[in-house]
């Protein structure tokens, strides 16, 4: 893997912050762009959990994602003072985290934003949702196999751009560059979905969405864990902010 899996968004001498977070489909704001907007005084540094390991992604165990996430992190000297994951990167960050502590580091505070433990019955809901963005809910997606998934979205997607009218040609080579994403997308949940969700050993703050229901596994510490509530829809990026403040 030849491209870097940490990306540096603000360089500056002092405390760091690491970002574990995704672009989204619907192009909305990611985590580490609120961030970059509002918080002063840190070094901002950003690992997108799907592209990550490239064309790997969809054989490589998380487990040795972070390990090497954790290579990279230690190799150009950073030391995040918070690490904070957003949503099915929440897993990642967390492995991330002990990753770091052991080696020789310590387990950062960590801030999981609207946390999803990844199940087969998200990523159903994810196929799901990709065929109906494509016009084509109709059809049952079987989340059963990543292989399933992506032949599902293939099928979905020859579909949707054949009812556009356009040549063979112009659906094949459409087909495969949206397919590139899909693949990665897929691949990282399924690799998600098999990783093990490691017990923190170190501060742990849940930042949720009032109506979110995530809850916390019963093995984790209740002393090493805190939720923050929004009292509201969105999430705004001063709120993130001062989330790191805290923890920091």
């Known amino acids: 893997m030849d491209a870097d899996l940490v990306a540096t968004l603000v360089d500056r001498p002092g405390p760091s912050v690491l970002v574990v977070d995704f672009a989204q489909f619907s192009g909305e704001e990611t985590v580490a762009e609120k961030l970059h907007r509002v918080l002063d005084g840190y070094a901002l540094h950003r690992i997108d959990a799907v592209t990550a390991a490239g064309s790997d992604l969809v054989t490589t165990p998380l487990h040795v994602l972070a390990q090497r996430c954790g290579a990279e992190i230690r190799g150009k000297g950073i030391a995040p003072h918070v690490i ?7 897993t990642l960050s ?13 387990h950062p505070p960590v801030i999981l934003v609207e946390p999803t433990w990844v ?23 079987d989340p059963s196999s990543l292989d399933a998934v992506l032949s599902g979205a293939r099928s979905a997607l020859h579909s949707r751009l054949r009812a556009d009218d356009i ?14 994403r899909y693949e990665a997308w897929f691949g990282f949940l399924f690799s998600t979905l098999e990783a093990e969700l490691p017990v923190p050993s170190g501060r742990v703050r849940l930042v949720l969405g009032h109506d979110n229901s995530t809850t916390t596994p019963a093995d984790w510490p209740d002393s090493l864990v805190s939720i923050h509530r929004l009292a509201a829809e969105g999430l705004p990026s001063r709120t993130l902010a001062d989330a790191v ?3 920091a």
């Open 84 to 90: 904070v994951g957003y949503c099915s990167a929440s």
């Open 94 to 106: 967390l492995l991330i985290a002990r990753d770091l502590e052991r080696h020789g580091g310590t």
């Open 119 to 141: 199940e087969l019955s998200h990523i159903a809901a994810e196929s799901a949702a990709l065929q109906e963005s494509l016009g084509v809910g109709h059809l049952i997606p």
């Open 167 to 180: 040549s063979e040609a112009e659906v094949e080579l459409t087909a495969q560059m949206l397919m590139q």
């Open 245 to 247: 403040l805290e923890a």
